[in-house]
């Protein structure tokens, strides 16, 4: 079984208990913000190593770099690693596209991440509102405005919608 589908296993709980789970994901998030600090400390640094010298790098468990690996590879510059068929010995790079990043960590509604005074020496305070701002209005859903039937024609006509386009819908 590759890596990934065993951490997917254990993340989303295929026979694991509500708190087991909690559990799991609250060490994650706790070791995940230290990888992170590491790296936005050196955001130009190219990291490169298997699956498991970059788990003792950072100090964790081969799984929960495979759970980091699989959040951070869509925040990757020009390319993805192969998570889905990676094992300890794969070879994998982390290169960060900063932008694509924080407009990720913003979409996983990831507070703990995207406030890391980190951030500072990396993008701007107004450049961060931007990306922030930019990923809450991909997610809203707008409706188009409704046509009555006595409302003008949005064709320009200057008929009624009910005698013009509206006739034939």
């Given amino acids: 079984m590759a890596l990934l589908e065993t951490w997917r296993n254990l993340a989303y709980g295929n026979g694991s208990n509500d708190k087991d789970k909690e559990n799991l994901w609250n060490g994650y998030f706790a070791i995940e913000k230290g990888i992170y600090e590491k790296i936005l400390s050196n955001p130009t640094e190219v990291i490169t190593g298997t699956v498991k010298e970059l788990a003792e790098k950072y100090e964790t468990e081969i799984l929960i770099m495979t759970g980091f690996l699989d959040g951070i590879n869509e925040s990757l510059k020009g390319y993805e690693n192969p998570i889905e068929t990676m094992d300890e010995n794969t070879q994998v790079k982390i290169e960060i596209d900063p932008e694509k990043l924080y407009y990720n960590m913003v979409a996983a509604k990831a507070d703990w991440l995207y406030h890391l005074p980190q951030w500072d020496g990396i993008l701007s305070e107004e ?3 931007e990306l922030y701002k930019q990923q809450k209005i991909s997610g809203t859903i707008r409706k188009e405005k409704k046509i009555f039937p ?15 386009c509206g006739k034939n819908v």
């Fill in 127 to 129: 450049r961060r509102k």
């Fill in 150 to 164: 006595n409302d003008p024609c949005p064709c320009g006509s200057g008929k009624k919608y009910k005698k013009c």
